[in-house]
């Protein structure tokens, strides 16, 4: 167990849809990062938080936001959904430019 | 711009057989390379970094700044190295975000 917590660990939903997929980092750890997996683009960084604040950017739609709350959880919102934002969504902490620590991810389906 | 390259998707070999998955990488400057596994139905586990030089599992990875590689090897591959294998780079473009390649898929078959 990482202490990476990721919630829902499945979603199916239809397209057009708005979706909020919830992450949990590790006690003390101030830097949450959102990935996408998909079968053919592997795994995307979209974007980072750190202590409530955006850090970075990656390949984040402009359909997909993200936040980091003061008890440091993160949400990352995904919305107007279409059939190819299906893909694992994962989260990673970590602390002080250490060691990443990934969840379980959340696997979404739109159908 | 910051790339990691894994030629190959899948990689089959058999139990005993060395095995080096390939990773190259694209960065101007001093990145930090890793490899992380992901096995079956589990999460992504770091497994090497470049700056630790350590042999984990028997894997090792060596980074080679003039061919920009990271190759990772093991001598004597088991049937539980089975795994989906992930070159990343960190290199100070993306916040401290790692970026990946596409993966190798690792099958060790007896």
């Known amino acids: 167990d990482s202490g990476v917590t990721q919630t829902p660990k499945h979603l199916i939903t239809a397209t057009g849809q708005r979706v909020t997929l919830r992450c949990s980092p590790r006690?003390?750890?101030?830097?949450v990062y959102w990935y996408q997996q998909s079968l053919d683009q592997g795994l995307q960084f979209l974007i980072q938080?750190?202590?409530?604040?955006?850090?970075a950017k990656g390949n984040i739609l402009e359909r997909f936001s993200a936040q980091q709350f003061p008890d440091l959880h993160s949400e990352l919102n995904l919305s107007s959904l279409e059939l190819g934002d299906s893909a694992l969504y994962f989260c990673a902490s970590n602390r002080d430019d250490g060691e990443a620590f990934f969840g379980q991810g959340t696997r979404l389906t739109v159908v | 711009a910051q790339r990691v390259t894994q030629p190959e998707k899948l990689l089959s070999v058999f139990k005993g057989a060395p095995v080096e998955l390939k990773c190259n990488y694209s960065?101007?400057?001093?990145?930090?390379l890793f490899w992380y596994v992901q096995y079956s139905r589990q999460r992504l586990q770091l497994l090497l970094r470049h700056i630790s030089r350590e042999s984990i599992k028997g894997f090792t990875a060596d980074l080679n700044k003039g061919e920009t590689s990271f190759h990772l090897k093991k001598p004597f591959a088991q049937e539980e190295d089975s795994a989906m294998y992930y070159c990343a780079l960190k290199g100070w473009q993306a916040g401290t975000a790692l970026i990946f390649g596409k993966g190798t898929t690792l099958s060790v078959s007896s």
């Open positions: 006690s003390g750890d101030l830097s």
């Open positions: 938080y750190y202590n409530g604040e955006e850090r």
């Open positions: 960065y101007s400057g001093s990145p930090e």
